[in-house]
């Protein structure tokens, strides 16, 4: 992702405008608004000529008390006007960048895992938070700013010109002169704001990683080192933002001293009119004044520049992750499955890299059959395919060569959300979201009430340790189930499977982390859920699956050798070997994987 050219102009904030037209109404009343504020400024240097050139005068004492009524009611729509303003540009920045965040995660969570491969975590979130807050701060200020700083100078531009053309046109020579260094110090701006943007994920990304392994960096007493290295990221995030800072500081510099010297410069050839008498003094009060509108319109737009620049930086990143394509796309004429489903999975010649490892496959030539209801062990070497296996039937990849098939269709030709619906998964490290315990059972299942929420975790043997919680199935588990063991994990990620009902099973390694005592409970739970379902199971630990009918043996992405416990012991091989080693060593001592009767 970070291979795409960078742009240098504001171009890529182009990618907000679908989230701004739902809105046109607050639109235009905020565009409005600003016209009645900006207005209004305007005139009052028109009363502040009055006052000077008619307020002064025995003669015309009494035009005194309009003028300062007509100022103070000016004063009364800019204040109205730009309250209103600022309502409606706030409103519309908070409210259009809650719609962005919500889009890009939303197609974020619809990416493969094809794409984590090469994209850290925290990069992700560092846009979903930096790069959203800069463009709402355009959205909901700098835009506003920009746009009433342009008809403000527009404006007081063409005042000026019939307030007096010679002045006006020495004063836009000026302009002119100053937007040169301006383009050139926001192309600066906008390069230096992109890479800052990069040092910020850089550093968001550090800190997710480490923190996400907290109890790995602790217990193997590695803080100060994460410390170092973190501290060295958010140091280059610095030193990027400092830098940026100096040129946005000194493009502020230079366009507002060099636009007010030729204010100044300006003034002292209207002070020789004025002393000629070719112009009154409340005529050059009012040029001065509009030349000051101006002269502050050019200086916001320059420091506005600044951050248009960023902002267009940060929506460039933001569009990235928006219009990321996953790796696998439902079909567009997608095929139904077969109803009721019955869980056959068939894996014909199937050959596959992964996309970070093009040059090594991880199966090849693979081949399987699965009947409905039957029950499968994967055993083999670490790297001989097994979760390759998993991560195909779940469509996270897609086959390079062959076919898989499920319940006689391919599942190319089926939409990858459907095809999920029907697969329950269990894994050696499940995952528990923040939430209660209930609402983890009831993850797969929405719909799920209070009850069937109780069967599942009876039939997981797990509501013994729930009930003994202060506050049953309604207790807090924290971020990752932090307070709960790793059997207690376990068995909530069994009765989330068995809520699921899903007709396929798939099984990785879910006992191997367990003690003796945890794992026939989990045993149990995983009996009772097997029970009617294909299952595949994925085992290290030969013990667990000795008295499936079928255990099929994988080594470097192929099918090496298939049979029962027996009968591969008795061919020799891989699997003998395997079996020797873990039996005769009493590795495993924990009682056998079986089905309970139906």
């Known amino acids: 992702m970070s291979g795409r050219p960078k742009s240098r102009s504001v171009a890529p904030l182009k990618g907000v405008l679908p989230f701004l037209r739902p809105y046109r109404g607050r639109i235009a009343a905020g565009l409005a608004a600003l016209v009645c504020s900006s207005t209004a400024t305007l005139v009052l240097p028109f009363f502040a000529r009055g006052l000077l050139d008619h307020g002064f005068s025995a003669r015309e004492a009494g035009e005194v008390g309009r003028y300062f009524l007509a100022f103070i009611a000016a004063a009364a729509v800019l204040g109205l006007s730009s309250a209103t303003r600022f309502y409606f540009v706030t409103w519309l920045g908070e409210r259009v960048i809650a719609d962005i965040r919500r889009a890009v995660f939303d197609n974020v969570l619809g990416l493969t895992p094809a794409f984590f491969e090469v994209t850290r975590t925290g990069e992700v979130l560092s846009r979903l938070t930096a790069d959203t807050t800069l463009v709402q701060t355009v959205i909901g200020s700098s835009a506003s700013v920009a746009l009433r700083n342009m008809v403000t100078l527009s404006g007081g ?172 796309a439902p079909p567009l004429h997608p095929r139904s499955p077969a109803v009721p489903a019955r869980g056959a999975i068939a894996f014909e010649h199937v050959t596959f890299h992964y996309p970070s490892r093009p040059d090594s496959a991880a199966l090849k030539d693979f081949s399987l059959v699965v009947s409905p209801g039957e029950a499968v062990a994967l055993v083999g070497p670490s790297g001989a395919g097994k979760s390759t296996v998993f991560q195909l039937l779940l469509r996270f990849f897609a086959a390079s060569q062959g076919r898989v098939l499920f319940d006689g269709v391919d599942i190319a030709d089926l939409d990858p959300t459907l095809l999920r619906r029907h697969i329950a998964v269990v894994s050696q490290d499940p995952v528990i979201f923040s939430g209660t315990i209930g609402s983890n059972i009831a993850y797969g299942r929405d719909d799920a009430g209070i009850e069937a929420v109780r069967r599942a975790a009876d039939a997981a043997a797990a509501t013994e340790f729930i009930e003994k919680l202060p506050d049953g199935f309604d207790t807090l588990v924290g971020e990752r189930g932090v307070t709960l063991s790793g059997g207690q994990r376990q068995r909530i990620a069994i009765a989330r499977a068995i809520l699921r009902n899903a007709p396929l099973l798939l099984l990785d390694e879910a006992t191997s982390a367990l003690d003796a005592e945890n794992e026939l409970l989990v045993q149990q739970g995983l009996a009772n859920l097997m029970v009617g379902r294909t299952t595949l199971v994925i085992a290290h630990r030969l013990a667990t699956i000795q008295k499936l009918a079928r255990i099929v043996v994988m080594d470097q992405g192929r099918v090496v050798g298939q049979g029962s416990h027996g009968e591969l012991v008795g061919q020799g091989g891989l699997y003998a070997r395997l079996a020797q080693l873990q039996f005769t060593t009493g590795s495993l001592e924990q009682g056998p994987l079986e089905k309970t009767p139906a």
């Open 157 to 328: 531009l063409v005042l000026m010109f019939f307030t007096s053309l010679k002045l006006t046109l020495l004063i836009l020579g000026a302009v002119l002169a100053i937007m040169v260094p301006l383009i050139l110090f926001g192309r600066w701006v906008r390069a230096l704001s992109r890479t800052s943007q990069d040092r910020i994920a850089d550093s968001s990304a550090r800190a997710s990683e480490t923190l996400n392994a907290v109890q790995t960096v602790q217990a193997f007493t590695h803080e100060r080192e994460e410390m170092i290295v973190f501290g060295a990221t958010v140091e280059k995030s610095f030193d990027a933002a400092i830098i940026r800072t100096r040129a946005r500081a000194v493009m502020t510099a230079v366009v507002i001293f060099s636009f007010f010297t030729a204010l100044a410069s300006v003034l002292y050839v209207g002070a020789q009119d004025v002393i000629a008498q070719r112009m009154t003094g409340g005529l050059l009060l009012q040029f001065i004044l509009l030349g000051g509108l101006v002269a502050g319109g050019v200086g916001s737009l320059s420091e506005v520049w600044g951050d248009l620049q960023r902002a267009a930086g940060a929506s460039e990143r933001l569009m990235e992750l928006l219009h990321q394509k996953p790796a696998i």
